[in-house]
């Protein structure tokens, strides 16, 4: 039986979801970055060849042979431990941090990058070490190993956040893995623990955003004034928002980095609880539309990458959203799509074109959890 094309087996809904938070978060960006009555072209232009860019890699990613990505996933991990490594030694200095490659006028955030690596490095070891009953704390630990040396990478840029994306991957990809429940309590636990340790190898700044998270009072023209300010943005905007384009937070800069990390916040002042609903909408049915490709799967390496992605999607949605209302420490994490960013988009449609590549076809298992006899979906 003649098998259908790669086109024809293509998961558009998926596309079509990102797509459309794309066109959210460019109208975002040319509001949050215009100055009040002045427009604001320059990093639209540049958010729209992002955009162009992310759409060509989805495709790219899709179109790779079947078998492809499972087996260049080590490479792939190598490729961007070295990165990380090399933005250490001669990485671009922005903000107090070290996090950047230039190349030309560009620049791209290899952290970005490894939070896509671990997620299918994850998968393909857990794939490989899945049995019935569930997976035992021998098998998690190697996982924790391959999660150690991008975190601590990544921490030492210093970048908490991004480091801290690794460890809620690594918890998300644990439950769809089907680690033991025991297991998952034990390190719970012990995360919980560790947690005061941390405190003594944060920096002066990042205590003190902890500091401000828990009362923004005690700094209100300094490390409080972010969380402030968005808060304001948002409660400012109510039921049905102020308008496109008529936002004053962003547009009169009283709200910091209102085209990044707080797009969120531009988003609901201008339109207010009903859009920013409608906004999470999208987003939920992105995640659930990766989750039922988890579920759909019967590859395991396809289905606990597709769970990986969903969950690596989820966390930046959660803690992005949270951290706008005041509801977690202020960090540099972006919201997919619609916050303005190279390296973020490109992440985000690359890790999309993996799952749709992934579901195209469907599996029959084959001994121990190996690859399988392909059956056309």
């Known amino acids: ?24 978060g460019l109208l975002n960006v040319y509001s949050g970055t215009r100055v009040h009555g002045v427009p604001g072209t320059a990093l639209v232009t540049k958010q729209l060849v992002w955009i162009l860019l992310g759409v060509g890699s989805f495709f790219a990613v899709y179109l790779l042979s079947d078998g492809f990505i499972e087996e260049a996933t080590n490479g792939f991990f190598l490729a961007v431990i070295l990165l990380l490594v090399v933005v250490l030694l001669a990485g671009k200095v922005r903000g107090g941090a070290q996090r950047w490659i230039a190349i030309g006028a560009f620049n791209f955030q290899p952290s970005e990058f490894a939070k896509i690596a671990v997620t299918l490095a994850l998968a393909r070891y857990f794939s490989s070490k899945y049995r019935y009953g569930g997976i035992g704390l021998r098998e998690v ?41 025991k297991v998952l309590a034990l390190f719970a636990a012990a995360g919980a623990a560790a947690g005061p340790v941390l405190w003594f190898f944060m920096k002066e700044y990042q205590r003190q955003r902890v500091l401000t998270f828990m009362n923004p009072e005690l700094d ?30 962003g547009s ?11 797009a ?31 579920v759909r799967s019967q590859d395991r390496f396809a289905s606990f990458a597709c769970g990986g992605i969903a969950v690596f999607f989820l966390t930046h949605i ?10 977690f420490p202020v960090v540099g994490i972006p919201l997919p799509f619609v916050s303005y960013g190279g390296s973020s988009m490109l992440t985000g449609m690359m890790a999309l074109g993996a ?21 056309v979906s």
Not at 318 to 327: D, K
């Open 141 to 181: 630990l190697p996982a924790i190993g391959l999660v150690l040396a991008p975190f601590l990478l990544v921490a030492l840029q210093p970048d908490l956040g991004s480091a801290g994306v690794f460890l809620f991957i690594l918890a998300g990809m644990a439950v769809v893995a089907c680690v033991r429940w």
């Open 264 to 294: 969120f916040a531009v988003f609901s002042e201008e339109w207010g609880f009903l859009g920013s609903v409608l906004l999470l909408v999208l987003f939920l049915l992105l995640v659930y539309r990766l989750f039922f490709l988890t």
């Open 1 to 24: 039986m003649n098998r259908p094309s790669k086109w024809a087996r293509m998961d558009w809904p998926l596309l079509l979801n990102a797509l459309a938070l794309c066109a959210i």
């Open 252 to 262: 009169l800069r009283f709200l910091p980095e209102q085209h990044t990390d707080f």
């Open 318 to 327: 959660v803690i992005n959203m949270a951290m706008v209302c005041g509801l």
């Open 355 to 375: 799952a749709a590549n992934l579901s195209r076809s469907r599996f029959t298992f084959q001994g121990g959890g190996g690859k399988g006899r392909e059956i």
């Open 220 to 249: 209100p023209l300094g490390a409080g004034y972010h969380v402030i300010q968005s808060k304001i943005a948002v409660g400012s905007g109510g039921i049905i928002g102020k308008g496109y384009l008529q936002g004053t937070q």
